[in-house]
């Protein structure tokens, strides 16, 4: 997909393997919301998601792997997930959808986050959508900023509704 | 799906068909925002945005009739679109979103678009849906307080970005 330069070896973006789901759910984790809500213990439930998605075309679950020379693939130390949506709206637009985009803490201000939007954003044009979006918890104001200056707009409120009992 | 007597007739919900296709377009377009967005001069993109959400188990397109007399399907007064959508984060939840939702001007202030909500949180717990979410524009403040009402929490920011040159 593709492979950057940076402090400590290569980054090389790739589509997750079942093998990747720890890394995954460890950078999942480490963060200040995520911590209450990611549990390592039982991985059940994270290998079926990772089928659901892995089935589906219109999903797609990247890792970046670190590569201290440049010739293995690299344990994963960064994830996000890209999906596809149809829509009716906006004369019919295909939009893509950005979640759970996450750098492990100790490469964190080397631009790697940057390289995966902006990797994404070409995919989705790539993929004919007319519309990226995502949704970032109020309380992230870094991340807000670091998306305006990737170009996106804040324009909108983002609601949601906990379904479990 | 669901039947709601409602004054005029009885509203019930049902799967969108490629025949309500004008309807949803008119009342995607009938909107501030939507007005500037949609246009009914081509309907080729919804048509094969229609198609692609058919094909699609995890999207659903749904309208709402209104029947005069209880024994027809009625003319699309309403729409919206679900989506159910897998993802790795908060233990390989698997994630409801809500789009489009539109009830005719003529119609609003019944209740309909609560009916319909309703209908969809409904629809996301049985298929086990954790969480559902939807975005709208910060200038649709009424919205807000309709989803508030409902239980949504405006929890995030959401962010776009226009992919079409």
């Given at each position: 997909m593709f492979t950057a330069d940076v402090d400590g070896g290569t980054f090389r973006l790739r589509r997750a393997t079942r093998a990747d789901l720890p890394a995954m759910v460890r950078l999942l984790a480490d963060d200040a919301l995520g911590a209450g809500r990611e549990?390592?213990?039982?991985?059940e439930p994270y290998q079926r998601a990772f089928e659901a998605i892995a089935a589906d075309p219109n999903h797609l679950l990247v890792v970046g792997g670190l590569v201290p020379h440049g010739d293995a693939e690299g344990a994963a130390v960064a994830t996000f997930q890209l999906s596809f949506l149809p829509g009716i709206s906006r004369q019919g637009a295909w939009r893509s959808q950005l979640e759970g985009v996450r750098v492990d803490a100790s490469l964190r201000g080397q631009g790697l986050g940057k390289l995966m939007v902006e990797w994404a954003i070409a995919e989705s044009r790539r993929r004919g959508c007319s519309l990226m979006q995502l949704t970032t918890h109020v309380s992230r104001t870094a991340a807000h900023r670091f998306y305006e200056r990737l170009g996106?707009?804040?324009?909108h409120v983002g609601m949601k509704l906990p379904l479990q009992d």
């Open positions: 549990t390592a213990q039982d991985m996106f707009e804040a324009s």
